[in-house]
C-alpha cells in the first residue's frame, strides 16, 4: 500500500483474532482498554483482540494480514481431451458428416485462510449480534468483561446482545481455503454438406445441427458458515457443567472468534462444511448455408453466400443448500437460471469491377447483412460494406465498414446480486498524515455529510487494503452498437523476395456499452461531484466508523467506448545453405500494435477517458488490473532444417503511466521484454519431441500495487509472473 508518498508492508484488515472499526468518538469512550500502541503504529482505526480476547489497538498497516504466501499464481491442471471426426459420402454430391469432442478437466485452488466480516444473517448490514455476552460460556473472560465495560457502544438498546459493526476476522486457525474445480464438456455436430450444378456454375451447400453442454462441479472446503457462527456465539454451561450450544442443534460446537487461536479444531470443523455447487451451460445451434457464383463478369465471378442460423444459449447455477438459505450472508451464491435465443438470416456478396489491367490489377467491392431476431433485445439490422483494390499485383489496398451490435449474454443478463472484495482507495481517507491535507475542505465537508465522524475527518485512514463491491446482472439490457472502420495494405515486393509487409488501421466506436461503473470509478464520480443525490453516491454505504461497507456496481448500457490503433506485420524468408541432409531457412516475423486512443465513458456527466498505456483512476481494477498498454511488440526468428525447428521469441509490453489524476510514487512502469526458445525435433512420422523455456531471462514483472492491479500487486493479466520455466514432452500420432 501507498503511505506518506512511499510504498509500505500492508496486508488485509480482516486478521486473526478479529478486528473492530471504531471512530475517534467511539475509540475515546472505550473503558478498560489501554489504547497505546506497543509499537510503530502509523494510525489507529479500531480494536482487535489478541491472545486470550485481550482488546488492544489496531494500527493500520502494521497490524494489517498477509495473505499473499498462501495464495496460487498458477493453479494445477489436470485435462483429458477426446475428439472424433467422421463423414460418409451418401452420393458424389452429399455427405453426411459428424464431429464430436469430450473435455473433462479438474483444476485446484488455494486461498489463504478464509477472509471474512462476521455477520449474523438476517441482520442489519455487516452486522454480527453477540447474546448473552455478560454470561456466554464461549467467550474468554476479557471479552466478555470488554462488552460488559462498553455496553454503551456495543448494546445500546440494553437487551444483553452486543452488535459489532463492519468487523473483519481471518480464520488463520483452519488452515487454507481450497476449492476443487470439475468441468466436463462435450459437443456433437452433424450435418449434411454437398454441391451441384446450375448451368456452368457449382453451388454448395451445408446443413447442420449441433449441441454443446458444459458442467462445472464445485467444491470448496475452509469457508465460515455464517449461520453456524451465530449458533455457536450462543452458548450456556449445561447441568453437566459442559459448554453447549444454547439452540441444541444437533452437531453444534460453542465458538468464539474475539481473539489469537480462539477457534478451536472441533469448532472449526463445525463453522466450515463442505460447500458445493454446480453449474451448467448448454448451446443448440442449427443452421444452414448456400454459396455459389451467380454470374461471372470480365473481372471475375460474382460470388454469395446466404444462410440461416437458430441459437438458444441456457444457464443454471445451483448453489449448496447452505447457500440458498443465506447461511454464508451477503457472500451466499443465489440459484441462477435464464435462457435466451436468437434467429438469424444473413448473406456476403463480393463483385469483382476490374482486373489485369494498368493500376487495376485488382478492384472488388464487397458487403454483408445480418438481421438477426433475439428473445432479449428484439430485432437488429447489422452490416458491412467493403473493397480491396491492387494497383499493381504486389500492392493490395482494402478497406471496410461494419455496423455491428453485441446483445447481452446470459451473465450479463441474470447473474445473481454478490459481493466480493476488489482493490481501491477511499476518497475521503487522508493519503499522508504528515505535511500539508491534500483534501478540500469542500470535500472533508462532503465526506462527514456522507458518513465520516466529523471527529476523524482530520486523520480519516482506510482500514482495510480495499473495498467490497456488489455486483449482479441486469435483465433490462440491451444490445450495444458500433462502428467500425479498417483500412490496411498488403504489400510483398519483388525487389525483395520472399518479404510481406501488412498495415491496418482500425477505429471503433461503441455506444451504449454494457459495462460496470467499478467501485473506484463510482467513488471517483460522487467524491468529484460532490452531488449526494447522485447515482453514483447513492450506490456508496459506509458503517458508522465511517469506514466504506459496500459499493454497488451493477452492469447497464452506459458506456462509449472508442479504440483507435495500428498493426503492423511483416515476415522475411532467407534461405540457407542445406543441414542435417536438407534444405534449411530462417524466417523472421515482427508484429507491432499500437494503440493510439481507447477510451471510455461510463457516465454521460462525465468527459471520457483515455485508457491506453494508463493505469489507475479506472484504467485498472483492484481485481486482476486488465490493463492495456499502448504499444505491444512481438519479434520472432525460426530456423528450420529437414526434421529440426528451433524458433526463438521477443515479446514487449510498452511502458506504462500512472493516470494524470492519480497522486502516486509509483508514476510508471519501463516497458518489458520476454524471450522464449522452443525446439522440435521429428523422430519419425509418429514421434515427434518439444522442449523449450519460457522468460528465458527470468524477468520480473513490476510492482504496481494492490491498489491499482490487486492481490498479486502486478497487473496478472498482463505480466508474466512465473519466471523462466522449462518445458518438453513428446507428441505422438496414430
Known amino acids: 500500500a501507498e503511505i506518506n508518498g512511499a510504498l509500505v508492508y500492508s496486508g488485509s484488515g480482516n486478521i486473526p483474532g478479529t478486528r473492530v472499526p471504531l471512530s475517534l468518538a467511539q475509540r475515546n469512550a472505550l473503558v478498560g482498554v489501554n489504547m497505546t500502541p506497543s509499537g510503530t503504529c502509523t494510525s489507529i482505526t479500531g480494536i482487535r483482540f489478541g491472545a486470550g480476547g485481550t482488546p488492544m489497538p489496531y494500527c493500520q498497516p502494521e497490524d494489517t494480514y498477509n495473505y499473499a504466501p498462501f495464495n496460487l499464481l498458477q493453479r494445477p491442471l489436470e485435462r483429458i481431451n477426446f475428439s472424433a471426426l467422421a463423414h460418409y459420402d451418401i452420393t458424389d454430391h ?111 451447400w451445408d446443413a447442420f445441427y449441433q449441441y454443446l453442454r458444459n458442467r462445472t462441479d464445485t467444491r470448496s472446503e475452509g469457508v465460515i458458515n455464517q449461520t453456524r457462527l451465530s449458533l455457536g456465539l450462543d452458548s450456556i454451561v449445561n447441568g453437566a457443567g459442559q459448554v453447549v450450544c444454547r439452540s441444541g ?51 471475375g465471378p460474382v460470388a454469395v453466400a446466404v444462410g440461416v442460423e437458430y441459437r438458444k444459449d441456457s444457464y443454471q447455477s445451483t448453489p449448496s443448500a447452505m447457500d440458498l438459505n443465506k447461511e454464508y450472508g451477503a457472500a451466499s451464491s443465489n440459484a441462477l437460471s435464464g435462457s435466451f435465443d436468437v434467429k438469424e438470416i444473413f448473406g456476403e456478396l463480393r463483385i469483382p469491377i476490374l482486373s489485369d489491367t494498368p493500376f487495376f490489377d485488382t478492384l472488388a467491392i464487397e458487403g454483408a447483412a445480418r438481421y438477426s431476431d433475439y428473445s432479449t433485445v428484439g430485432g437488429v439490422f447489422t452490416w458491412k460494406a467493403g473493397g480491396e483494390w491492387a494497383p499493381v499485383s504486389w500492392v493490395r489496398i482494402r478497406g471496410a465498414y461494419n455496423s455491428a451490435i453485441r446483445a447481452p449474454n446470459i451473465s450479463e443478463l441474470f447473474s445473481a446480486t454478490g459481493q466480493g472484495f476488489t482493490g481501491g482507495t477511499d476518497p475521503c481517507a487522508r493519503p499522508n498524515l504528515t505535511g500539508a491535507d491534500p483534501r478540500s475542505q469542500q470535500l472533508r465537508d462532503f465526506c462527514v455529510a456522507q458518513g465520516v465522524p466529523s471527529g476523524d475527518i482530520a486523520t480519516f485512514t482506510q482500514a482495510t487494503l480495499g473495498l467490497t463491491q456488489e455486483t449482479g446482472g441486469n435483465p433490462n439490457l440491451t444490445e450495444e452498437k458500433s462502428k467500425t472502420y479498417t483500412i490496411g495494405a498488403v504489400i510483398s515486393p519483388p525487389f525483395i523476395p520472399r518479404l510481406n509487409i501488412t498495415v491496418d488501421y482500425f477505429n471503433v466506436e461503441v455506444k451504449g456499452a454494457i459495462t460496470t461503473i467499478n467501485a473506484q470509478q ?161 523422430i519419425n512420422d509418429n514421434f515427434t519431441f518439444f522442449a ?43
Do not use: H
Not at 452433424?190 to 450444378?197: C, H, M, Q, S
Not at 540457407?576 to 493510439?596: H, K
Open 94 to 204: 452429399i455427405t453426411a458428416y459428424a464431429e464430436a469432442f469430450f473435455v473433462n478437466a479438474r483444476n485446484n485452488s488455494k486461498l489463504a485462510p478464509d477472509s471474512f466480516t462476521p455477520v449474523t444473517p438476517g441482520a442489519a448490514s455487516s452486522t454480527l449480534l453477540v447474546p448473552n455476552y455478560a454470561t456466554s460460556a464461549s467467550l474468554s473472560p476479557a471479552v466478555r468483561n470488554f462488552f460488559i465495560n462498553n455496553r454503551a457502544l456495543f448494546d445500546a438498546d440494553g437487551d444483553g446482545t452486543a452488535a459489532v459493526v463492519g468487523g473483519g476476522r481471518r480464520a488463520d486457525e483452519l488452515g487454507t481455503r481450497d476449492s476443487f474445480f470439475e468441468r466436463q464438456s462435450y459437443a456433437i455436430t452433424t450435418g449434411l454438406r454437398g454441391d451441384f450444378d446450375i448451368g456452368k456454375q457449382t453451388w454448395r
Open 249 to 299: 442443534v444437533p452437531g453444534c460446537v460453542p465458538v468464539s472468534i474475539f481473539g489469537l487461536g480462539s477457534i478451536t479444531p472441533a469448532a472449526g470443523a463445525y463453522l466450515t462444511p463442505t460447500r458445493t455447487s454446480n453449474d451448467i451451460f448448454e448451446r443448440q445451434v442449427a443452421g444452414a448455408s448456400l454459396s455459389g457464383t451467380l454470374f461471372d463478369l470480365p473481372a
Open 522 to 682: 463510482t467513488l471517483n464520480d460522487c467524491y468529484t461531484g460532490l452531488n449526494a443525490n447522485s447515482p453514483t453516491c447513492l450506490s456508496v454505504f459506509r458503517l458508522p466508523s465511517g469506514q466504506i461497507d459496500y459499493v454497488r456496481t451493477n452492469q447497464n448500457n452506459i458506456g462509449a467506448l472508442k479504440v483507435r490503433g495500428l498493426d503492423v506485420q511483416g515476415d522475411y524468408t532467407l534461405p540457407l545453405p542445406a543441414a542435417l541432409g536438407e534444405d534449411a531457412q530462417l524466417r523472421l516475423t515482427g508484429v507491432a500494435s499500437w494503440l493510439f486512443e481507447r477510451s471510455t465513458q461510463v457516465l454521460s456527466t462525465v468527459a471520457p477517458q483515455d485508457c491506453a498505456g494508463f493505469y489507475g483512476a479506472g484504467c485498472s481494477t483492484g481485481t486482476g488490473g486488465f490493463i492495456i498498454p499502448d504499444f505491444k511488440l512481438n519479434l520472432g526468428a525460426a530456423y528450420t532444417s529437414g526434421p529440426l525447428s528451433i524458433r526463438g521469441q521477443a515479446r514487449m509490453i510498452g511502458g506504462l503511466k500512472a493516470f494524470p489524476t492519480v497522486t502516486t510514487i509509483v508514476k510508471s512502469a519501463p516497458a518489458t521484454w520476454y524471450f522464449d526458445m522452443t525446439s522440435t525435433f521429428e
Open 692 to 734: 523449450g523455456v519460457d522468460n528465458l531471462l527470468d524477468k520480473m514483472p513490476p510492482i504496481l500495487g494492490t491498489t491499482f492491479v490487486g492481490d498479486a500487486n502486478v497487473d496478472v493479466s498482463l505480466y508474466d509472473t512465473l519466471g523462466r520455466r522449462y518445458f518438453a514432452g513428446v507428441r505422438m500420432k496414430f
